[in-house]
């Protein structure tokens, strides 16, 4: 999820997300250029499951991504 989007920001989407029970099990990984101290647990605490500023490397995206796969089965 691109934390910084146009119309509506990511935290949000994440807020709506997290409040649908049929989405429960869904894996959220906040990616964003705000990688000041406190925004990976302002992240977290919104609803992510885990965090990646930007820039980041593809291979580390791609592990995060098999985690949460593995994790919500």
Same mark, same amino acid.
Request: charged share 30%; net charge negative.
């Given at each position: $999820?691109? @934390?910084? @989007?146009?119309? #509506?920001?990511?935290?949000?989407?994440? *807020?709506?997300?997290?409040? !649908? !029970?049929? =989405?429960?099990?869904? +894996? #959220?990984?906040?990616?964003?250029?705000?990688? $000041?101290?406190?925004? *990976?647990? /302002?992240? #977290?605490?919104? +609803?992510?499951?885990?965090? =990646?500023?930007?820039?980041? *490397?593809? %291979? !580390? =995206?791609? %592990?995060?991504?098999? !985690?949460? =796969? /593995?994790?919500? +089965?």
């Amino acid at each position: $999820m691109d @934390i910084q @989007i146009p119309e #509506i920001d990511g935290f949000e989407v994440i *807020r709506h997300i997290r409040e !649908d !029970d049929s =989405l429960t099990n869904t +894996g #959220i990984i906040a990616l964003t250029a705000l990688a $000041m101290p406190g925004d *990976r647990e /302002r992240c #977290i605490s919104s +609803g992510a499951n885990e965090y =990646l500023a930007k820039p980041f *490397r593809l %291979k !580390d =995206l791609s %592990k995060l991504i098999e !985690d949460q =796969l /593995r994790q919500t +089965g």
